[in-house]
């Protein structure tokens, strides 16, 4: 059986393995939102076995996601959860940290808000945010290629499209998120972390 495959996925992630090394170094349990094809979940949990990865996907992309993870066979990745931000209930689960990558221009603005304000019953009060993806910053695109990316999105769907750093820095705000980090990554990326308590 072929899974599904992401070549950027291949390409982003040791430079992002290398911000969660830092800052997921204390915790236990990590939500991931849109784990798309598993290879983030799969990848992160076996370099860094002290987390319980809980990957997490809409119902539609779900046998894809479950299909790597049993094939991984990793202790620390738990069955995938059916789970999209639009959801009234959210999991009562005391995760000390949430991971989410290239999913904010994919979401419309409000489920970006939901993101950041819905969290309240799924993480504990320590908890850490790290997000990737690219960003705007002063209302600029960062480069050429991101601003061709923001068109072609919102080409195929209006509400995407590149956020703007500081407007999710303060949606993480209002949530009681201080920014930690806010690291480069390739292809006009970045890696944000915030943190709670």
């Known amino acids: 059986m072929t899974l599904p495959s992401s070549p950027s996925c291949e390409r982003n992630r040791d430079p992002i393995l290398a911000v969660l090394r830092e800052h997921f170094a204390d915790c236990t349990r990590v939500f ?3 784990s798309g094809t598993g290879q983030h979940a799969e990848y992160f949990a076996a370099a860094l076995p002290h987390l319980q990865w809980q990957a997490t996907e809409r119902p539609e992309n779900l046998p894809d996601l479950a299909s790597r993870l049993v094939a991984a066979g990793l202790d620390n990745t ?11 209930d959210w999991p009562v689960g005391g995760y000390d940290a949430l991971f989410s990558a290239n999913t904010l221009h994919i979401m419309s ?9 819905g969290n309240g019953t799924l993480l504990a009060e320590n ?8 960003f705007n910053y002063g209302g600029r695109f ?4 991101n601003a061709a990316f923001d068109e072609w999105l919102k080409r195929q769907v209006p509400h995407r499209g590149i956020r703007d750093f500081e407007a999710v820095d303060a949606l993480a705000r209002s949530a009681g998120f201080s920014l930690r980090a806010d690291a480069a990554m390739p292809a006009n990326n970045r890696c944000l972390v ?3 308590g």
Request: hydrophobic content about 40%; overall charge negative.
């Open 127 to 134: 908890a850490r945010i790290v997000i990737y993806g690219p």
């Open 32 to 34: 991931e939102i849109g």
């Open 109 to 117: 603005w409000p489920e970006v808000e939901r993101l950041f304000a």
């Open 142 to 145: 960062t480069s050429k290629s």
């Open 194 to 196: 915030w943190s709670r």
């Open 78 to 88: 738990p069955a995938p959860l059916s789970f999209d931000v639009n959801d009234a």
